[in-house]
């Protein structure tokens, strides 16, 4: 079992940057397939990105395509996404997910992950 802490949310003006972490718990951190969700008020939770175990497949939404990076330090078990030109409609709670398997196939569905993060709250004002 992993346990995901997610950190680095806070509120930032629109066209800002943040860089959220997620540390994980444990020796096989770089065997999991992980992801970032994220959910608005009100709304169901959405897939924004993912990286695959080695960190050389990334997949992202369009939504933040050119805007967000995410990547990995498996020597660290710590995941990241840098978020850059953030906009109000990137206000959610950001919640970092592990996949037991590694196979880069659907890293977009729910489904595929298993550990799941507490969630950081990230708010952009206009």
């Known amino acids: 079992q992993v346990q995901l802490v997610e950190s680095g949310g806070g509120l930032v003006q629109a066209g800002g940057s943040l860089r959220l972490s997620c540390a994980a718990s444990g020796r096989t951190f770089s065997s999991y397939l992980m992801g970032w969700f994220r959910q608005a008020p009100g709304k169901e939770r959405d897939f924004v990105a993912a990286?695959?175990?080695?960190?050389?497949?990334?997949y992202y939404a369009d939504s933040v395509k050119g805007r967000f990076t995410i990547s990995r330090d498996n020597a660290r078990n710590t995941m990241y996404l840098q978020m850059n030109s953030l906009k109000p409609e990137d206000t959610a709670v950001y919640y970092c997910?592990?996949?037991?398997?590694?196979?880069?196939?659907?890293?977009?569905?729910?489904?595929?992950?298993?550990?799941w993060g507490q969630g950081t709250q990230v708010t952009v004002s206009s």
């Open positions: 997910a592990a996949s037991v398997h590694s196979t880069w196939y659907a890293v977009d569905r729910e489904s595929r992950y298993v550990y």
């Open positions: 990286i695959s175990t080695s960190g050389v497949n990334t």
